[in-house]
C-alpha cells in the first residue's frame, strides 16, 4: 500500500472517533506546546545573561588593590592602596594585547536645583570608556585637557540623570558633586542590571585627577597616584588565562614581592563568572525543556494505550484484511501510520498552541522569549518519534494476530 | 483452452490439525485426503466440531497444517511463510464469509478494491476492475454506497465481487448464506452457481442442507475425518427455484 493510501486509511479510521482521537492528542498536544513554551522561555532567560555579560565588556580582567593588615587584623580586599595608575599603564605598555583602565571609586552626594542623589563616584581615564564599552546617549567625551588639566567636567548615568533631571536636557547643566560644581558633558547609554542585580547606570563618570583632587579627598590624596581597581581588557582572540597570568606576574614584580608571598592585589578573570552564569541559564532552560518532554512521553502512552483499544476493537477488520492479503508489513504500516498521524497532527496543533502561548507570555508578563525554530523543528521531530515508538507496540500486535483467530473475533 | 493441468486444484494428503490445551490434545483435523478439481463445486457439511471449519482455515491459506500434506494448484502450502500465505490468499483465494466483513463507512467499490490494493495494483485499475465485478453482481448502481446503506443480500454480492476481483483460483464461502433469509439465500446461490457454470471453482462450508443441494459435490465431516464424500449428479437450480417462486407469486 502506498504512504498516501496508508494516510488515507488512517485518518478514515481516526474519523470515526472523533472525540477519542482529539482527546488522545490533547496530551501529545499540551507535551508540544510544554516543551516549546519552555524552551522559548529558556532561551530567552540565556539570551537576557548573555546580554548582561556582553554590557560588562568582554574578555575583562578585574584588579582590586590588596589587602592591608593593620596591627595584625587582615582588611578586605581594596582596602590598601596598592595599586597605582603607573601600574595600569605599565599593564598596557609591557602586555601589548591588553589595554588597562584605572579607576578611583567613591560616592558622593550630587545636587541639581533642588533634587538631590547618592551615587558612585568613578574617577577616569578615556580608556575605560572604551573597556567598559560605555557609549554615549548625548554630548561628548572627556578629552585629554580634562584629565590633564583636572577640569570638572562629568558624564552621567541614565538612573542620575532621570533622578536629577527628570524630563530636562542634562548636557550642559551644573550639578554639584559634594559641592563642587560640575558641567555635565554627556549622558551615557543605559546597561540595565548587572549579573549582580545593582544597577549599573546609577554612577557618575569623571576625570581621575579631577576627583583624586576634589572630589574624593583626604585618603585618596595620602598616596598621590594610588587607584582602587584597574579593568584590563585582553584583545579579541587572545587567551584569558595567559594575560591572567602576565598581569599577574607583572604586578608581582613591580610591587617586588618574593615568591612565596601573597599577592597584595586581586585578579578576576570576569569571563569565568560569565561562563559560570550561562552554564546555569543554560542547565535552567534543558531542565525546563526536560520537564516538559515528560509530559510528551505521557502523551505518547497516551496514543498506545488508545492504539491498543482499536487494535482490539478493529480485530475483526485486521483479519478480513490478512484474507484479502495484507501482509504483515501491510498491517504494520497500517497502524503506525495511525498513531505517527495522531502524534503528528497534535504535534502541529501543540506548535501552533506553544507559538502563541510563547508570545502571550511575551506580551503579558514582559518575560524575554526566544523562539528559535530548530526548537519548534525538534518539538515537531519528538513528536513524531513518539508515534513510532509508542505506536510500534501495538501495530505490530496487530500484525501478528493469526488470521483464523482474527476473522472469528467477536 | 488451456490444456487441464495434470494435477487437481486442491490435494491433501493425511492432512491434520492438531490444538493443545493444558494437557488436552484436540484433533480438529484427523488424516483427510481429499482431491477437488478445477470447475467443481463442493460442498463441506457437518456439524460443529466436525472440522470442516479448521478444513476451511487450511485449504483458505489462513493456517498451517499440523502435519499432511496440502498442494494448492500444485503449489505445497505447508512450506510457504507466513507473508507468502498472505499472496497465495491474495492471489489464489476468494473469500466469502457469514457475515460478509465489508468494511464500514466505506463505499462498496473501495470494498471491493481492497484486495487489489494489496496486490499492488495501481489506483485507477484497481476502479476499473471494481466497478467491473460490481456490474457482474449487478450492483453497478450502488458503487458509491456504504454497507450500512445496504440490504443483507447486497452486501454479500459486494463481498462475492470482492472475492472475484483478484480472478482467483476458487472461491471458499463460509456459511455464505447463513445471515440471509430463504430468499436472497437462493439468489447468492444462484450468484455462485453461474460463477461455478463460468469455470470458477467454489468450495461451500455449511451445515444446511439447503444450501449443499446446489453443489456437485459434498464432503461430509465428522470427529476431524471425511465420513462421506458424495457426488450429487443432478445439483438443483437454484435460479430456476428463484423464477418458478416469481411464477408462483
New interface residues.
Partial sequence: ?TLF?LLRVAM?ALA?SKLRSALTMLGIIIGVAAVIVMIAVGAGAQARVEEQIRSLGSNLLLILSGATTSGGVRMGFGSGQTLSEDDAAAISREIPETLAAPALRGTAQVIWGNQNWSTVIFGITPEYVEVRQWELAAGHMFDPTDIAGATKVCLIGQTVARQLFGGVDPVGQVIRVRRVPFTVIGVLEGKGQSMMGSDQDDLILMPITTARNRVLGASARAKQRSVGTIWVKVQEGHDMKAAEEQVRALLRQRHRLQPGADDDFSLRNLEEVAATQEASSRVLALLLAAVASVSLVVGGIGIMNIMLVSVTERT??I????????????ILGQFLVEAVTLSLIGGLVGVLIGVGTAMGIAELAGWRIVLAPESVMLAVAFAFAIGVFFGFYPARKAARL???EA?RFE | MEPPAPFPLIHTRDLAKVYRLGDNVIKALDGVSVDIARGEMTAVMGPSGSGKSTFM?LI?C??LPSSGEYRLDGRDVAALT??EL??M???GIG?V?QNF?L?A??AAVENVE??L???GVPARERHTRAMEMLAKVGLGDRADHHPAQLSGGQQQRVAIA?ALV?QPLLILADEPTGALDSRTSLEIMALLQELNRGGMTVVLVTHEPEVARFAGRILRFRDGRVVQDESNHRPEDAAAILAAERKAA
Fill in positions: 500500500m493510501g478514515r470515526v475483526r477488520e483479519g478480513l484484511r490478512m484474507a484479502v492479503g495484507a501482509r504483515t508489513r501491510d493469526n488470521p483464523v476473522l | 482455515n483458505g489462513l493456517d507466513r507473508d498472505a499472496t490468499r491474495n492471489r473469500f464469509f466483513n468494511l463507512r466505506t481492497l484486495p490494493v494489496y496486490a470482492r483478484t
